[in-house]
């Protein structure tokens, strides 16, 4: 089994900047690839960015090109997500998921069997 824990969630004005992360542990060997997925009230969940473990291949969805960036620790066994000029539309529950397939798959949710309980992202106008 593979357990998630984010954090660095919080209320940020308009154009700040936030880091989310997520620490991984349990089965971390079979863990190849981690993604952060985003969720606001009355929205379908969407994918954010996503990232490969083994060689550090990235993919970032529409919402977060140009602003936001993935990174990994594998000392720290912890993916984050660097946020920069956020909007008010940012705003949502953020989640980290870890799958055990290497590819990206364009951040897509099916290939993520593992997921956190999620940090609260508020950004104010």
């Known amino acids: 089994q593979v357990q998630l824990v984010e954090s660095g969630g919080g209320s940020v004005q308009a154009g700040g900047s936030l880091r989310l992360s997520c620490a991984v542990s349990?089965?971390?060997?079979?863990?190849?690839?981690m993604g952060w997925f985003r969720q606001s009230p009355g929205k379908e969940r969407e994918g954010v960015a996503c990232?490969?473990?083994?060689?550090?291949?990235?993919d970032y969805l529409d919402p977060a090109k140009g602003r936001f960036t993935i990174s990994r620790d594998p000392d720290k066994n912890t993916v984050y997500l660097h946020m920069n000029l956020l909007k008010s539309e940012d705003s949502g529950t953020y989640y980290c998921?870890?799958?055990?397939?290497?590819?990206?798959?364009?951040?897509?949710?099916?290939?993520?069997?593992?997921w956190g309980q999620g940090t609260q992202v508020t950004v104010s106008s």
């Open positions: 990232i490969s473990l083994e060689g550090g291949y990235t």
């Open positions: 349990g089965s971390t060997s079979s863990v190849l690839a």
């Open positions: 998921a870890a799958s055990r397939s290497p590819g990206l798959y364009g951040c897509s949710a099916d290939v993520y069997p593992y």
